[in-house]
């Protein structure tokens, strides 16, 4: 088992930053790929941001490159996710995810999301 707490969550105006942390406990970090997920009201969840076990390979969605980078401390089974230059349309619950295998596959584990609110 492994639970995954998210913090950094919450209102920023367009512009601005914040940065989000995935705190994991229960079995090591490195032994998961992690991503960070967002979902809007009335949208379906998509993957924002993805991290291999060692951090050596790196993913995000085109709408946040340039903006957004992850990172990982596994010495501390910690996941970030920077935020930079926010936009209105980045407003939503954001949830970090574990996965044993890929996480553009099937996540293993979840957090219980952090709300970032982006106003304009």
């Known amino acids: 088992q492994v639970q995954l707490v998210e913090s950094g969550g919450g209102l920023v105006q367009a512009g601005g930053s914040l940065r989000l942390s995935c705190a994991a406990s229960?079995?090591?970090?490195?032994?998961?790929?992690m991503g960070w997920f967002r979902q809007a009201p009335g949208k379906e969840r998509e993957l924002v941001s993805a991290?291999?076990?060692?951090?050596?390979?790196?993913y995000s969605v085109d709408s946040v490159k340039g903006r957004f980078t992850i990172s990982r401390d596994n010495a501390k089974n910690t996941v970030y996710l920077q935020m930079n230059s926010l936009k209105p349309e980045d407003t939503a619950v954001y949830y970090c995810?574990?996965?044993?295998?890929?996480?553009?596959?099937?996540?293993?584990?979840w957090g219980q999301g952090t709300k970032v609110t982006v106003s304009s």
């Open positions: 229960g079995r090591t970090c490195s032994n998961y790929a």
């Open positions: 991290i291999s076990k060692s951090g050596s390979r790196t």
């Open positions: 995810a574990a996965s044993l295998t890929s996480i553009f596959v099937s996540a293993d584990y």
